[in-house]
């Protein structure tokens, strides 16, 4: 009687042991999917804010243009000036941008993947 005690308590411990795996399976499976949207969710609002400020700045190009072309009596000129701003702060951002977009980019990520497993460690 006591090898079949000993039998059924190993294979209840063998169903237990198999829904505890499938249970964490399912618990990584869903907190992969939490963080995968919510990535999603930033590169979204931050395109949108991104193509916001884009439309801005061809507004304030254009006006910028527009007013320097009448300073020096030539659209052209105006023209000139502002793409030549342009291009002279695309090649400052172009030689630092391992500085200016690799921190902001690694710090927002990393809030983004351990903000949870903070909020799963609470102490007690």
């Known amino acids: 009687m006591e090898n079949k005690t000993?039998?059924?308590?190993?294979?209840?411990?063998?169903?237990?042991?198999?829904?505890?795996l499938e249970t964490r399976i399912s618990y990584y499976g869903i907190s992969a999917f939490e963080k995968a949207v919510k990535i999603?969710?930033?590169?979204?609002?931050?395109?949108?804010?991104l193509l916001l400020v884009f439309v801005a700045l061809i507004f304030l190009s254009a006006a910028a243009a527009i007013y320097f072309?009448?300073?020096?009596?030539?659209?052209e000129l105006?023209?000139?000036?502002?793409?030549?701003?342009?291009?002279?702060?695309?090649i400052v951002i172009y030689g630092f941008r391992n500085k200016i977009f690799s921190p902001i980019i690694i710090k927002s990520l990393v809030n983004i993947f351990f903000q949870d497993e903070e909020d799963d460690v609470k102490p007690q």
Not at 7 to 12: A, C, K, M, Q, Y
Not at 69 to 75: C, D, N, P, R, Y
């Open 6 to 20: 000993f039998f059924e308590n190993i294979s209840e411990l063998k169903d237990n042991l198999r829904q505890y």
């Open 40 to 49: 999603l969710t930033a590169i979204t609002s931050q395109i949108i804010v």
């Open 69 to 75: 072309g009448s300073l020096l009596e030539s659209t």
């Open 78 to 90: 105006g023209l000139l000036i502002v793409g030549g701003l342009y291009l002279l702060l695309g």
